[in-house]
């Protein structure tokens, strides 16, 4: 092992969370290292996300990160929702005057490296963050071949993470009676917007990605397993779920498919001494609402002006009420998730689905319609709010 390495911040994990960290912090002249467990490639082609919200889009274009993301991505302000085989389109983006961006996660984490790689914050790749010691004035973390010590440590390495374990345990845990089936897809055409499909069979969805690509969801028993499902199953439930009008791509072939357990989860605190945690490391979200992404840059989006402030004015109470604003987002977030997830799903074993489909129906529909729900739920669904969040004046 080669000597200690003193960085001003150390973080764990080189997602998108702790990549836009990492650079707004290098950018305003605060030493950085990142540690990643994966290899380079594995965390360039690691496809998960597609939307990118307005308030995201912008805050990295404050920083200078939203470059590719502008110029690549497609705006997009509406989805479909099929209710028993009636479409209704909700116009999120009259009713909130923001729209999303289509972006695969895969490429705003291509984007966020090769800016890291510009400012010399290149992440050290293969090194994982295997031991955390909070005990003394300054934190330290050590993997195979190097041991770091620094000001403050930032786990972004989701919630089975070195530094996650080494938070008071507890929070907000939950299993959904549920699992999602998920599938990377060719496809005749690109995915125009999103559809939603609520079914007696189950939930289905299709979500725009890069060309003629798309995230499929299918809705299936809570730990089903996906050789259960062979490609033939999968085209036949979507076919019967997001229905076969003339507005919804053909699917060519199922490229790749898993089974992703519906879970949701909000850590006790985001913060312990000098140490922190940002994305799934602080909460886990299910994909409904597009929302994990975002929450987590958010995260990282707060946890940077505090930085940066602490260490321009040298006051630590800049960084005071950091877990109490990210513990009080994630929590409206995780509710937006779920108020949408009871939309699109029947309760297990439903003794009058028709009844559901119904009660569904007219939902979607005052969604669809002006007035306050449909307002409300448009804010909340694109994003409302600017980023930072709630900082200190």
Not at 26 to 38: H, S
Not at 161 to 190: E, H, I, K
Not at 323 to 332: G, K, L, Q, V
């Amino acid at each position: 092992m080669s000597g200690v390495l003193r960085p001003q911040v150390a973080i764990a994990g080189a997602g998108p969370a702790g990549l836009v960290l990492a650079n707004v912090l290098r950018r305003a002249g605060i030493d950085t290292c990142v540690f990643e467990q994966r290899s380079r490639r594995a965390v360039e082609n690691h496809a998960r996300a597609g939307l990118v919200e307005h308030r995201v889009a912008e805050y990295l274009a404050k920083h200078g990160l939203a470059g590719p993301l502008r110029r690549g991505g497609t705006r997009h302000g509406w989805c479909d929702v099929v209710v028993g085989g009636e479409r209704v389109r909700v116009d999120y983006g009259a009713r909130s005057g923001h729209q999303h961006w289509i972006y695969p996660q895969q490429f705003l984490v291509r984007d966020l490296l090769a800016a890291l790689d510009e400012v010399g914050g290149t992440p050290r790749f293969d090194s994982p963050v295997l031991g955390v010691d909070l005990a003394g004035p300054r934190p330290r973390l050590h993997g195979p071949g190097f041991e770091v010590e620094s000001d403050y440590v930032i786990g972004c390495d989701g919630a089975r993470g070195a530094l996650a374990a080494a938070f008071p345990s507890g929070g907000v845990q939950r299993r959904y009676p549920y699992d999602w089936l998920t599938m990377l897809a060719d496809l005749t055409d690109p995915v125009e917007g999103i559809r939603y499909a609520v079914h007696e069979r189950g939930f289905a969805g299709m979500m725009p990605r890069s060309g003629p690509i798309g995230r499929l969801y299918l809705e299936v028993p809570a730990d089903e397993d996906v050789l259960a499902w062979p490609s033939e199953r999968m085209l036949d439930q979507l076919a019967l779920r997001l229905g076969t009008d003339s507005a919804r791509p053909g699917i060519v072939r199922i490229r790749e498919a898993g089974v992703l357990r519906m879970r949701s989860g909000i850590a006790e605190t985001s913060r312990h001494g000098r140490a922190f945690l940002a994305g799934d490391a602080a909460h886990l979200l299910t994909p409904s609402g597009a929302k994990g992404m975002n929450l987590a840059i958010a995260d990282a989006a707060d946890l940077a002006e505090s930085l940066v402030r602490c260490y321009r004015t040298g006051d630590a109470t800049t960084l005071d009420g950091y877990a109490e604003r990210r513990r009080a987002h994630a929590e409206r977030t995780l509710a937006f998730s779920e108020e949408l997830l009871h939309l699109l799903h029947l309760p297990p074993g439903a003794e009058d689905p028709d009844a559901e489909l119904l009660a569904r129906l007219a939902r979607v529909n005052q969604l669809a319609a002006p007035g306050p729900a449909a307002e409300r739920f448009a804010a909340d669904y694109v994003g409302s709010g600017e980023l930072p969040l709630g900082l200190p004046s």
